[in-house]
């Protein structure tokens, strides 16, 4: 399995973006999609993930960030609004093979990053 994410991109205090994560592989719809993003020295934080009974996402982007999906085209997306400074990170997706989770370590594949700056 390959993830390819794209999109990221510098933006101001107040917009939006939005990414997608394209996956290889015939089973998209069976997959448990996360996003999480690392800002210069931190670590892997979860964001949002998405299967086909809901989603769930991190207290920090609740209502300015959406995760959603589109099995025909095998890509799962997400759109974040009124972005903020402390926002700034490598945007990473990634698959989950066992169930949906914010944990980092259950996902099994990883795409390699986007970079999302944001400007004060």
């Known amino acids: 399995v390959q993830l390819q994410a794209s999109g990221g991109g510098l933006v101001q205090a107040g917009g939006s973006l939005r990414l997608s994560c394209a996956a290889s592989?015939?089973?998209?719809?069976?997959?448990?999609m996360g996003w999480f993003r690392q800002a210069p020295g931190k670590e892997r934080d979860f964001v949002a993930a998405?299967?086909?009974?809901?989603?769930n996402y991190a207290d920090s982007v609740k209502g300015r960030f959406t995760v959603s999906r589109d099995n025909a085209k095998n890509t799962v997306y997400l759109q974040m609004n009124s972005l903020k400074p402390e926002d700034t990170a490598v945007y990473y997706c990634?698959?989950?093979?066992?169930?949906?989770?914010?944990?980092?370590?259950?996902?099994?594949?990883w795409g390699q990053g986007t970079l999302v700056t944001v400007s004060s």
């Open positions: 990634a698959i989950s093979t066992k169930f949906l989770t914010s944990v980092r370590g259950v996902y099994d594949y």
């Open positions: 592989g015939r089973t998209f719809s069976s997959y448990r």
């Open positions: 998405i299967d086909w009974s809901g989603t």
